[in-house]
C-alpha cells in the first residue's frame, strides 16, 4: 500500500491494536524530502514531537530514498492492548521525491514468557525461580528479559542457605551509563552491574554474611529508568551455579587431666 499526505503539514496512517508483547515485522520504502518528511512507527501516543521522538524511543522511521526494505520491532510488554501505527507525515514546506511511503507484508508473532520450570532447566543451578511478569524467554542456552516499558524491572529470584559461591553468566544490551542495566542484588543490597553493551561474561560473588543456616535471596534484574530505549533493551543470563561451603570445624583445646594418685592405705594389720 502507499501513503501520500499530500498537502503540507498532512499526516496519513494506518494502525491496528496488539495485547501483550510481541515483535511486529514489515517491509517499507519511503521517497521524501530528507528527514523533515518521514514514515515511522509509532505507538500509542508516541510521538508528538516527530522523529526527536522517534529517535529517543529507538522507533524507527525512514526518509529520503529508501527502496523496499524489511524491519522489524518488538513492542514493550503492557497488560493492555496498544496502537501501533504506521505514518508518512509531512512538514510545512517542500515537496520532494514521490512525497510517499510504502507498506506491505506486516506480521506479528507474539512473544511468550519461559515457565519456572523451563528457566530452572535454562540457568542449571538446582535452585528454584520465580519471575515477574513480564518475565523472561526461552533463548535455549539462555534466559532473556522480555522487552518492558519505562521504570519497568523484569527480576529473576531465588533462595540459597548458608554460606557460598555463586557463580553465572550474563550479558545486557542496554542504555549506557548505568540508566538501564542487568543487576545483581542480594537481599536488599546490589552486588554488580552491567550496563551498555556489555558481552558474555564470567562473573561470580560470595555470600559469607549470616549464620550457616541462614537464608539469602539471589535476584537478577533488568533494571530500566524513565525514559530513552537504545539498543535492544535486554539482560541475558545463563549458568547459574551455588557452591556451598562448609562449616569449618574449629578445633577445641582439651585439658589433659592431672592423675589421681591411687589411695594409699594407713591401716595397719595386728599380727
Known amino acids: ?34 528527514y523533515h518528511d518521514h514514515l515511522g512507527l509509532y505507538i500509542d501516543d508516541c510521538c508528538s514531537n516527530g522523529q526527536d521522538d522517534l529517535d529517543e524511543e529507538n522507533l524507527p522511521y525512514i526518509s529520503e530514498e529508501v527502496p523496499w526494505t524489511s524491519a522489524s520491532w518488538e513492542v514493550p510488554w503492557t497488560a493492555t492492548s496498544r496502537t501501533v501505527t504506521f505514518s508518512y507525515i ?32 535454562i540457568l542449571g543451578a538446582d535452585l528454584d525461580w ?5 518475565g523472561w524467554v526461552d533463548m535455549q542456552d539462555h534466559i532473556a528479559s522480555i522487552r518492558g516499558g ?41 552486588v554488580k552491574e552491567i ?15 549470616g549464620s550457616w543456616k541462614s537464608s539469602h535471596t539471589v535476584w537478577f534484574g533488568y533494571i530500566k529508568d524513565s525514559s530513552v530505549h537504545e539498543r535492544k533493551d535486554k539482560g541475558y543470563l545463563r549458568n547459574v551455579g551455588w557452591t556451598p561451603y562448609t562449616p569449618s570445624l574449629t578445633p577445641t ?7 589421681t594418685p591411687m589411695p594409699t592405705s594407713t591401716s595397719t594389720r595386728t599380727r
Open 1 to 34: 500500500a502507499s501513503m501520500s499526505a499530500g498537502m503540507h503539514s498532512a499526516t496519513v496512517s494506518v494502525s491496528t491494536t496488539v495485547t501483550g508483547t510481541g515483535m511486529l515485522t514489515w517491509e517499507w520504502a519511503v521517497s521524501s524530502e530528507e
Open 90 to 121: 509531512k512538514d510545512d514546506t517542500i515537496h520532494e521525491g514521490q512525497d510517499k511511503g510504502y507498506l506491505r507484508n506486516v506480521g506479528w508473532t507474539p512473544i511468550i514468557q519461559a515457565s519456572a520450570e523451563r528457566i530452572r532447566e
Open 130 to 134: 520465580q519471575t515477574t511478569t513480564p
Open 150 to 190: 519505562h521504570d519497568a524491572t523484569v527480576s529473576v529470584s531465588t533462595t540459597v542457605t548458608g554460606r557460598g559461591m555463586l557463580t553465572w553468566e550474563w550479558s545486557v544490551s542496554s542504555e549506557g551509563d548505568d540508566y538501564d542495566s542487568l543487576a545483581l542484588y542480594i537481599d536488599d543490597s546490589m
Open 195 to 209: 550496563s551498555e553493551e556489555v558481552a558474555w561474561t564470567s562473573s561470580s560473588t560470595e555470600i559469607l554474611t
Open 253 to 259: 583445646s582439651t585439658r589433659t587431666p592431672t592423675p
